[in-house]
């Protein structure tokens, strides 16, 4: 086990040398020092040489808030099923307005009276989750088998 260890720590010595040999500017690893220019000393190098952590950015952070749709398996079955049932019921075919609205009137009922659940989104994930088999490039129909009938 020491001798493990002791090549570890010469392999580890190794490669801190090799740092050092690339001398002030440091190759592809560090930088050694402050560089002197003809402007100032470390006109070039800034005091902050590495880049924050991903998420810490307030542009990252902008961008990326809020929810995230699709994500849940069961939720998307939910949001399909009620679509099949509302085509079905309608005789299998629909405008994708008349449609989404009564998905999004089929989904509030599976809540009760007086849950606190945010509906912004609701229209945009009845569409979402429709199957692309559904959707016609020719009208604006939504078909329950996708063929007209």
Same mark, same amino acid.
């Given at each position: 086990?020491?001798?493990?260890?002791?090549?570890?720590?010469?392999?580890?010595?190794?490669?801190?040398?090799?740092?050092?040999?690339?001398?002030?500017?440091?190759? &592809?690893?560090?930088?050694?020092?402050?560089?002197?220019?003809?402007?100032?000393?470390?006109?070039?190098?800034?005091?902050? !040489?590495?880049?924050?952590?991903?998420?810490?950015?307030? &542009?990252?952070?902008?961008? !990326?808030?809020?929810?995230?749709?699709?994500?849940?398996?069961?939720?998307?079955?939910? $949001?399909?099923?009620?679509?099949?049932?509302?085509? !079905?019921?309608?005789?299998?075919?629909?405008? $994708?307005?008349?449609?989404? =609205?009564?998905?999004?009137?089929?989904?509030?009922?599976?809540?009760?009276?007086? =849950?606190?659940?945010? !509906?912004?989104? $609701?229209?945009?994930?009845?569409?979402?989750?429709?199957?692309?088999?559904?959707?016609?490039?020719?009208?604006?129909?939504?078909?329950?088998?996708?063929?007209?009938?």
């Amino acid at each position: 086990m020491a001798a493990a260890d002791d090549d570890l720590v010469a392999l580890n010595d190794r490669l801190e040398e090799s740092k050092e040999a690339r001398g002030v500017r440091g190759g &592809l690893g560090r930088v050694k020092g402050a560089q002197q220019t003809p402007w100032g000393q470390g006109f070039f190098l800034s005091a902050k !040489t590495k880049w924050e952590p991903a998420g810490s950015d307030p &542009l990252y952070k902008r961008f !990326t808030r809020g929810p995230v749709l699709g994500e849940a398996k069961a939720d998307a079955d939910i $949001w399909r099923r009620h679509a099949e049932v509302a085509l !079905t019921e309608a005789g299998g075919e629909m405008t $994708w307005q008349e449609l989404r =609205d009564e998905v999004v009137a089929r989904r509030g009922k599976d809540f009760a009276q007086g =849950d606190q659940v945010d !509906t912004s989104l $609701w229209p945009f994930m009845a569409l979402a989750y429709l199957p692309e088999k559904f959707l016609s490039e020719e009208d604006a129909m939504v078909r329950l088998g996708g063929e007209p009938q």
